[in-house]
């Protein structure tokens, strides 16, 4: 491997360590799960409650004090659905196909807690006689209940009322959350009501470290347009300037999503998301605090209705993808280039392959050998240009030796330059391949943690692999690495470790003073990985760790049986007598222009010295 492919997989490196630093949160788990119910609150929160106003009706005598709270239950074949008669607000949700790491790990099956009593609270805020009313303590009474429709009522006055009505659907994880304001006209100004909406989400899967930095509040702008709230910001607010089609909050592998039928309107509407402080009684249990305001855009508070699409479940991205809506803009599959490639590359190959029924390990196998298989004319092209540049070797030590001076460096650049031009090398031949099969490593390096199909799937000695393998735990806390041994991470650092011994044979020590030993640095790397990959999804340590090993396993091959370098050494001879007796190879436009330039630098210069 010649330097500038090494460089390139320097690049490559530190690029991946960028990402792992963005993808890290300060945070640490260093308490066990068993311990949050001894801590306390630091704060207290404070709820402002507006008091109902006296009616005649029994139903409107009830205050907000002495309303008795009464739980109703709504359940899909796909979804448990817990109602609460104070505020009328969805209390709990549960997902019946899934579980909890902590239960997957028990093999004790329980329905997935997205959030539980006192985690949501879904309310109207609006100015009522100049004074804030909300609804979200107030006492609310069934008007009607069936197997899949739920209608909730609360009366402010004789005529005024608001009525929830929530209706689920059958085999889907949707549901329809419909609005009536009623008897305000007049009472209410237009376009000012809000919709409050707050939840707290459950820890569901192995390390709470990783949900929270996967965890955000996302939305789409009227343009279509998608956004979000920083991810590793312990508390990140943003105020709208433009309408949104909708909004989701976003967790790990679940997300909970609103769509109006028209839009929030931009009015007062803002999004907000909090980590829990150190000592808070969720700190343990739950990922993240999410709030939004949104305005309803009511236009008529004599008369409004207000129709919203409330989804809750896993973050496949068929499943969000077919709601024709743009959910599946959550996924953080990448940008640009390496979304493309995830979307219409990898994501179908994996769908293909797993619909084989074999064990999502051997799907990973697949996938990898398919894609190396791809590329091998660029890893044939990567080692012609590495054995061409290997062969040049000797000579341009030679060119090193014969101009060792600072003053002599664009002699010596013009030279290996015309050397490479008659031999038939470049130093770039070996580092566009490289170039080229970086878009598929840090697609990859998106693609396999944010895929549902992972979630709690077992290979060999990996329980699961959407979380780390562990094959050891320390028991504590070791700064910069976690709390265990990753076998996957070690594997691919000894494989990372192995391609770069074999491939740095005719690697050249610097020449300047100050230069780094890229040797060193190229070392260094498979060292660095073990910290950064120990807490990643083990199907991305693994997927890396088998393609680094069939790329060793190709080079041998094409070095043994497809590549004799004596052959390719004659060759080389060849074209150099060819283009000396020619009067040298034939320059393109650009080695032409670029040979002008070195010599009037070269001029300069000399012009320099004689002063």
């Known amino acids: 491997m010649d330097k500038n492919k090494l460089i390139g997989l320097g690049l490559i490196g530190f690029l991946l360590v960028a990402l792992g630093i963005l993808n890290r949160q300060d945070a640490k788990e260093t308490t066990a799960e068993a311990s949050k119910n001894k801590k306390t609150e630091v704060t207290a929160q404070k709820n402002t409650e507006a ?72 309310e109207l805020v609006f100015n009522l006689n100049g004074k804030e009313y909300r609804t979200g303590n107030q006492p609310f009474v069934i008007v009607e209940k069936n197997d899949n429709r739920l209608v909730l009522q609360h009366n402010v006055s004789a005529n005024q009322f608001i009525q929830f009505i929530y209706t689920t659907k059958k085999d889907a994880y949707d549901m329809d959350f419909d609005i009536r304001f ?36 996302c939305f789409q702008n009227a343009e279509k347009k998608h956004d979000w709230l920083a991810e590793a910001s312990d508390d990140a607010e943003k105020n709208l300037d433009q309408n949104i089609n909708w909004v989701a909050y976003k967790q790990s592998y679940f997300s909970s999503i609103m769509k109006p039928s028209s839009v929030f309107t931009k009015e007062g509407t803002k999004f907000e998301i909090k980590n829990y402080s150190h000592g808070h009684k969720k700190e343990m249990s739950h990922i993240k605090h999410y709030t939004s305001e949104m305005n309803l855009g009511i236009t008529n508070t004599a008369d409004a209705n207000v129709h919203i699409n409330w989804f809750f ?37 994996f769908k293909i392959l797993a619909s084989t029924g074999v064990n999502y390990g051997l799907v990973i196998l697949l996938m990898t050998l398919i894609i190396k298989f791809v590329l091998m004319p660029i890893q044939w092209k990567m080692y012609v240009s590495s054995a061409k540049m290997r062969i040049l070797k000797p000579e341009i030590d030679e060119l090193n030796a014969k101009y060792p001076k600072q003053e002599d460096a664009m002699k010596k650049q013009m030279e290996t330059m015309s050397l490479y031009r008659e031999s038939g090398a470049s130093p770039f031949s070996g580092c566009v391949p490289m170039l080229i099969q970086m878009p598929i490593l840090f697609a990859v390096f998106r693609y396999f943690p944010a895929s549902f199909d992972l979630r709690q799937k077992p290979f060999l000695w990996a329980e699961d692999l959407s979380s780390y393998d562990s094959v050891y735990d320390f028991g504590t806390y070791i700064p910069m690495y976690g709390d265990h041994i990753s076998l996957f991470t070690l594997l691919m650092s000894v494989t990372t470790l192995i391609f770069t011994w074999y491939n740095s044979n005719n690697m050249q020590q610097p020449q300047q003073p100050g230069m780094p030993n890229m040797k060193v640095i190229m070392y260094i790397f498979p060292f660095m990985m073990i910290f950064f990959f120990n807490n990643y999804s083990a199907g991305l340590s693994y997927y890396y760790f088998v393609s680094t090993l069939i790329s060793i396993l190709m080079m041998m091959a094409i070095k043994h049986f497809f590549v004799d370098e004596e052959k390719l050494k004659a060759k080389m001879a060849q074209k150099k007598a060819e283009s000396a007796a020619t009067g040298g190879a034939k320059k393109s436009k650009f080695q032409e222009r670029l040979e002008a330039m070195q010599k009037m630098q070269l001029e300069q210069q000399k012009g320099k010295n004689k002063k």
Not at 72 to 80: A, C, G, V, W
């Open 51 to 122: 008091k109902v106003p006296t009616t005649s009706s029994a139903a409107e005598n009830k205050t907000a004090e002495s309303f008795k709270d009464e739980v109703i239950k709504l359940e899909t074949d796909k979804t448990i659905y817990e109602f609460s008669t104070k505020g009328g607000i969805l209390s709990a949700v549960y997902l019946k196909e899934f579980e909890s790491y902590r239960n997957f790990r028990k093999k004790e099956f329980h329905p997935l807690k997205l959030f539980g009593e006192g985690d949501n609270k879904n």
């Open 182 to 217: 009623k008897g305000f006209g007049g009472n209410v100004a237009p376009n000012s009501v809000m919709l409050a909406w707050k939840t707290d989400m459950y820890k569901t899967e192995r390390l709470l470290r990783n949900q929270r930095m996967v965890s955000t509040v």
């Open 313 to 349: 479940g896993p973050n496949q991205y068929d499943l969000l993808k077919s709601y024709n809506n743009d959910y599946d803009d959550i996924l953080n599959l990448g940008w640009g280039v390496f979304r493309w490639i995830n979307v219409y590359l990898f994501h179908p190959l």
